[in-house]
């Protein structure tokens, strides 16, 4: 799990906002397990800090209510440790060098590397283990992943969520990768059909895949 520096009920309405996308103070707190008065008390000394931000809603004849989010800065704050500068600075580069063909040469390699990578690590095992283990390996590399279980007639399937992306910034400036990773999922699960259901990179606040038995 990604640490802050922050005290760890502040970090955990951070983590919440994130997976949330946003949230009123009622939710997080039946989330935390808190009293609304205690999570109202530390939202409003994030929000003083600059790493939450919110905007209000009008429901019925009551009160506004209050919806928080994460402000850039705590998205960053939660951010994993990364290189992404380097990285893209490293692709323009290619790119001006070698051109956008052989940019995307690189990228799709680097998948199928990562590709090879899961295989060997995921085993033999039964699908669902297989994909449990995925969700393992994409927490460790900071993608706060979760896996769920969907209905499905008469076939197996799963639903892959993933609140952050650790490559977030590449994605941004190269989004053929977001594609590249989609076919490292379907190579690493050969007997399912990969989808992506949500996309950071189009405003969602995460990233979901359906994984279904062919």
């Known amino acids: 799990m990604t640490t802050t520096g922050l005290p760890s009920t502040k970090q955990?309405?951070?983590?919440?906002?994130f997976k949330?996308?946003?949230?009123?103070?009622?939710?997080?707190?039946?989330?935390?397990?808190?009293?609304?008065?205690?999570?109202?008390?530390?939202?409003?000394?994030?929000?003083?800090?600059?790493?939450?931000?919110?905007?209000?809603?009008?429901?019925?004849?009551?009160?506004?209510?209050?919806?928080?989010?994460?402000?850039?800065?705590?998205?960053?704050?939660?951010?994993?440790?990364?290189?992404?500068?380097?990285?893209?600075s490293f692709l323009d580069t290619l790119a001006e060098t070698a051109?956008?063909?052989?940019?995307?040469?690189?990228?799709?390699?680097?998948?199928?590397?990562?590709?090879?990578?899961?295989?060997?690590?995921?085993?033999?095992?039964?699908?669902?283990?297989?994909?449990?283990?995925?969700?393992?390996?994409?927490?460790?590399?900071?993608?706060m992943a979760e896996l769920h279980q969907a209905s499905a007639q008469h076939k197996q399937r799963f639903v892959l969520v993933e609140h952050n992306c650790a490559i977030s910034d590449v994605a941004e400036s190269y989004p053929s990768i977001c594609g590249h990773e989609?076919?490292?999922f379907a190579a690493v699960l050969p007997d399912c059909i990969v989808q992506r259901t949500q996309w950071i990179n189009d405003g969602e606040h995460r990233c979901g895949y359906s994984i279904e038995v062919k």
């Open 12 to 17: 955990n309405i951070l983590q919440a906002l």
């Open 20 to 88: 949330h996308g946003q949230a009123a103070a009622s939710r997080l707190a039946q989330d935390l397990d808190l009293s609304t008065q205690a999570i109202r008390r530390h939202l409003h000394e994030l929000e003083a800090d600059g790493l939450i931000e919110y905007h209000s809603v009008q429901q019925g004849m009551g009160r506004p209510q209050h919806l928080y989010q994460l402000s850039s800065a705590g998205r960053d704050r939660l951010s994993p440790q990364k290189y992404s500068e380097f990285a893209v």
């Open 99 to 143: 051109g956008q063909e052989q940019v995307s040469k690189v990228l799709e390699k680097q998948w199928q590397r990562k590709a090879a990578v899961y295989r060997d690590r995921l085993g033999n095992g039964n699908l669902k283990q297989r994909i449990a283990k995925l969700v393992q390996l994409r927490q460790e590399e900071g993608y």
């Open 182 to 184: 989609l076919e490292m």
